[in-house]
């Protein structure tokens, strides 16, 4: 509780209901010196009083404590997945079969804004990015605003198609991916007008696969590291999501100049590792955890300003600037249940993004959302399986966490 936050909100809500400080403070049997202070950030009202402050300005008591929170908007790739599930992936010259074919909204900025639009739906939700003038793109605008999420900012190609993506799932939930980029290799920093932007967090990805955000930038570095310093000036704080790919050695080069300008990353395993050249796995699969808890102290070393959030199959890591680990466990979700993870990266951030904006702390944090990636698991899709905030805590408690 910030007094002069607080005093800046009654401020706000006087004038807004046409009173003075002389009548406010006759309102609630107090001296026009006490609503002065108050007003002035120098003290604020006895707790007592903030019941009787909410009930005569209309509003709740978390909105005078707290203030109107502007919500989250999520910017970066907006695509068609055609998700297409067969039992095994195919040897060069091979055929396999496709027993059942769907088609979802993908990319990070449609899965993250989704996902959080079905644990929350009271959290005020935007999304920047950029469709073509097509018919999957206005499938993809179509799904966004069925679920209350703002879209008047999303750009449109006149030239390009939407960026689609082939999903190829088998059933372990192991997928690979056919992508084709479209519109979003259009998008770029003049397609965001910074000064209209109202949250309080701006998550965006994926870097790696927005060709205008991943060039290069004779003083940031990237036109993303820019574009994130931008953002910060005018208060909101900044996460990133990337993607992994083939060209692992421009991780470092596309990465590094930016995290100086992140509050959050959230990123997996693999990605975290490869931005410094350092392997995630050992040639039978295990983490190498050693190297993972490395690439996280140097990537707060980097500049990152809050959190470095880490998923992978077997556990989540968070590190907060005083490198302070914590890690929980993934769910314990029998292999038989799993119908695909086509968006679970995406939805561990949904889960991280939810928990920031509501300040858990980290163990709680990461509790969360590995639950939410795990209720991707329970669908083909990238969205289909998340679940209210309740269920999720309850599919938590029903599946327990690996050992």
């Not at 750009?155 to 690979?176: A, L």
């Not at 995630?280 to 300003?305: F, K, P, S, Y």
């Not at 929980?328 to 949904?350: M, N, T, Y």
């Amino acid at each position: 509780m910030d007094s002069k936050s607080i005093g800046t909100i009654i401020t706000k809500l006087r004038k807004k209901n046409g009173m003075t400080q002389s009548a406010l403070a006759k309102q609630l049997a107090v001296t026009d010196k006490a609503v002065s202070r108050w007003e002035n950030g120098q003290g604020f009202p006895d707790i007592t009083i903030f019941p009787r402050l909410a009930e005569l300005f209309g509003v709740s008591i978390d909105y005078l404590m707290l203030g109107e929170k502007r919500g989250i908007t999520v910017a970066g790739n907006m695509l068609l997945d055609i998700v297409k599930s067969i039992a095994e992936y195919p040897k060069c010259g091979r055929l396999s079969y496709v027993s059942d074919m769907s088609y979802a909204v993908g990319g990070c900025a449609p899965n993250t804004a989704i996902d959080l639009a079905k644990i929350d739906p009271t959290v005020p939700l935007s999304v920047i990015g950029k469709v073509g003038t097509d018919e999957n793109g206005r499938f993809i605008l179509s799904h966004l605003q069925q679920n209350g999420i703002n879209v008047s900012k999303v750009s449109f190609s006149y030239n390009t198609p939407t960026g689609f993506c082939d999903v190829m799932s088998i059933p372990s939930g192991d997928r690979t991916f056919f992508h084709q980029k479209g519109a979003n290799a259009e998008f770029g920093i003049d397609d965001i007008d910074i000064t209209s932007l109202n949250c309080d967090i701006l998550h965006i990805g994926y870097i790696m696969l927005l060709d205008r955000f991943d060039a290069d930038d004779k003083e940031y570095g990237t036109v993303m590291a820019r574009f994130l310093h931008n953002v910060q000036k005018v208060g909101i704080k900044t996460s990133i999501d990337m993607v992994s790919h083939s060209r692992s050695e421009d991780y470092g080069k596309k990465l590094i100049p930016v995290l100086k300008y992140c509050n959050y990353v959230i990123i997996n395993d693999i990605e975290c590792c490869a931005i410094w050249n350092l392997p995630a796995r050992r040639e039978d699969g295990t983490l190498i955890r050693e190297n993972l808890i490395a690439a996280m102290e140097m990537a707060i070393d980097a500049g990152v300003h809050d959190r470095v959030l880490i998923h992978c199959k077997e556990r989540c890591f968070a590190m907060d600037t005083d490198k302070n680990l914590t890690e929980v466990a993934s769910l314990d979700i029998p292999r038989e249940q799993i119908k695909g993870s086509v968006g679970a990266g995406d939805a561990f951030c949904a889960g991280c993004l939810y928990s920031l904006y509501n300040n858990y702390t980290d163990q709680q944090l990461l509790e969360f959302a590995s639950a939410a990636a795990a209720c991707n698991l329970f669908a083909a899709n990238s969205v289909d399986g998340m679940r209210p905030k309740h269920e999720i805590l309850q599919i938590a408690e029903k599946y327990g966490r690996m050992e």
